[in-house]
C-alpha cells in the first residue's frame, strides 16, 4: 500500500490539494495550485503519531512537509484548503491491515522539533499553572523571541494585538493607531489623568496615550525584552516625565485610584479559574467611576473547554486560555464592575494576520537569519491558521468596557457613547 492509498483510505470525499509522497506516489488534485509534499519517513511518522495540527506542525516546522504554492511564512492558502479536507476512521474491520500496511515501527514518534514545549501533563511538574514561576517562563517563550523578528513582523507599531480597520486597505500603521485611539476613547482619556496599562507590550498603548492624551502612564509586562524596547522608546520619545515603564507581574503593579485601567492581549495568559482574581485586581487599583478596557481573544461560546489545542500550547502561547464573551462579562460583574459595552473584532483580527503573515514573507530571508528557520515557520503556521480561525469563527476577538460605579450608583458615564 502506497502513501497515496493510506491517504485515501483516512479522507471522505475529496484531497483539497495535490500530494507528493517521499515514496513516489500521488494524490488529490492540483487545480488549486498548491501541492503537499512529504519529504521522508520521519514527516509521515510526526503526521501519524500525531494526527491533527500537533503533527503537521511538527512535520511543517521541521522541513519533513513542504507546502508548495504558499510563500514561506504565509502558508494560509494551504491552511484554508485543509479546513474542507474531511477525515475519516478507517473501520473496525479494515483496523489490522490498516495498521500492518503502515508497519508498527511507524507508531513509534519520533523526537519533536526543539522549538516544542514540554505537554501540559509534564510540565506540571515545574509548577502549578498560572503560578507566578509558569507564567514568566511562558511569557518568555513567545515574547523574549527576539525584538528584531518582531519588529520586521509587526512594522512600525510594534503592536502585536489586533488592530482596528476603518476600511479594508487602510495600512497595518494606521489601523494599530485607531486601534489604541479607540481604546483611549473607550477609556474617556483627559490630560493628566492617570492610566495603568497592564500587559503593555512594547509599549503601544502606553505611548499613545501619553503622545495624544497627555496622560500620565504606569506600563507593566513580565516580558524583559518588551520592557526594555519600551522604555528605550519612552527615553527616545522624550515621555519619561509622563510614562514608566515596569518588568514585573500585572500583580505587582504599585499605586491606586487609577483614572483607567487599559488591558490589551493580556487575559490570554492569565487562566480562566483566574479571571475573577483578575478582574477584582483591576478594580482594586481605579477610582470610583474608573474604566477599564479589555481587549482579548475570545471563544465563539461558553462552554468550549478553556485550554487551547496542542499546537498552540506547545509552539506559541504555552498554558494560553480563551473563554467567550460571556464568561469574560460575567466575571467582571461578579467582581463588582459594571459592564456598559462589549465589541466584537473579529473581522479586524483576520485582516491584522493577513498584514503579519505578508511582512513575515517579505521579510522571510531576514527574519530566518535573526531567529533560524524552524521558528520563522511556527510564526507563519501559527499567523496564517489564526488568520482562518477568525474568518471561519472559530475565535472571536472582543473589547469589554466597564466601570468601577460608585456605590451610591454614579458611573461618570454619558447618556450615549462619546467615542
Known amino acids: 500500500m502506497t502513501i497515496a492509498d493510506l491517504l485515501h483510505t483516512v479522507t471522505d470525499g475529496e484531497i483539497p490539494m495535490r500530494v507528493e509522497a517521499f515514496d513516489g506516489s500521488v494524490a488529490g488534485s492540483s487545480d488549486r495550485g498548491l501541492t503537499l509534499k512529504l519529504h521522508n519517513e520521519r514527516g509521515l511518522r510526526y503526521l501519524i503519531t500525531a494526527p491533527g495540527d500537533l503533527g ?28 474542507q479536507w474531511r477525515f475519516q476512521r478507517p473501520r473496525v474491520a479494515q483496523l489490522p491491515g490498516f495498521l500492518q500496511e503502515i508497519g508498527f515501527r511507524r507508531l513509534v514518534p519520533p523526537e519533536p522539533p526543539a522549538q516544542e514545549a514540554l505537554p501540559r501533563v509534564r510540565r506540571a511538574f515545574e509548577g502549578m499553572r498560572h503560578s507566578r514561576k509558569r507564567d514568566g517562563e511562558a511569557i518568555s517563550k513567545h515574547y523574549d523571541v527576539s525584538n528584531e523578528f518582531y519588529g520586521y513582523v509587526l512594522g512600525r507599531s510594534m503592536a502585536y494585538t489586533c488592530a482596528v480597520f476603518a476600511k479594508p486597505d487602510v495600512s497595518l500603521e494606521e489601523a494599530q493607531e485607531e486601534k489604541f485611539d479607540l481604546v483611549a476613547r473607550k477609556l474617556a482619556l483627559e490630560p493628566g489623568m492617570r492610566l495603568l496599562d497592564v500587559g503593555c507590550g512594547w509599549g503601544g498603548m502606553a505611548l499613545h496615550a501619553a503622545r495624544h492624551y497627555r496622560v500620565n502612564v504606569v506600563a507593566i509586562t513580565l516580558s524583559k525584552a518588551q520592557a526594555d524596547w519600551a522604555a528605550a522608546a519612552v527615553e527616545r520619545e522624550r515621555l519619561s516625565g509622563q510614562v514608566r515603564v515596569l518588568h514585573g507581574d500585572y500583580r505587582d503593579s504599585p499605586g491606586s485610584a487609577y483614572d483607567a485601567v487599559s488591558s490589551i492581549g493580556l487575559l490570554e495568559h492569565v487562566g480562566v479559574g483566574n479571571y475573577g482574581s483578575y478582574f477584582r485586581f483591576l478594580r482594586g487599583k481605579l477610582r470610583d467611576g474608573g474604566r477599564l478596557l479589555n481587549h482579548c481573544i475570545t471563544r465563539p461560546d461558553n462552554n468550549s473547554p478553556a485550554l487551547t489545542g496542542p499546537f498552540i500550547d506547545r509552539y506559541v502561547f504555552p498554558d494560553g486560555e480563551l473563554a467567550g464573551s460571556g464568561r469574560i462579562i460575567s466575571e467582571a460583574q461578579d467582581a463588582g464592575f459594571e459592564v456598559r459595552h462589549a465589541e466584537n473584532l473579529r473581522e479586524h483580527y483576520a485582516l491584522t494576520l493577513q498584514a503579519w503573515c505578508a511582512n513575515l514573507a517579505a521579510n522571510w ?42 456605590k451610591d450608583g454614579d458611573a461618570s458615564y454619558p447618556l450615549r457613547p462619546s467615542w
Open 365 to 406: 530571508d531576514a527574519c530566518v537569519r535573526e531567529v533560524g528557520v524552524e521558528t520563522a515557520r511556527v510564526w507563519g503556521l501559527y499567523m496564517a491558521g489564526s488568520r482562518v480561525g477568525f474568518e471561519i469563527n472559530k475565535v472571536q476577538l472582543h473589547q469589554v468596557l466597564a466601570v468601577n460605579t460608585s
Open 56 to 83: 503537521l506542525a511538527r512535520a511543517y516546522v521541521s522541513g519533513d512537509l513542504e507546502l508548495v504554492g504558499a510563500p514561506p511564512g504565509d502558508p494560509y492558502l494551504a491552511l484554508q484548503a485543509l479546513t
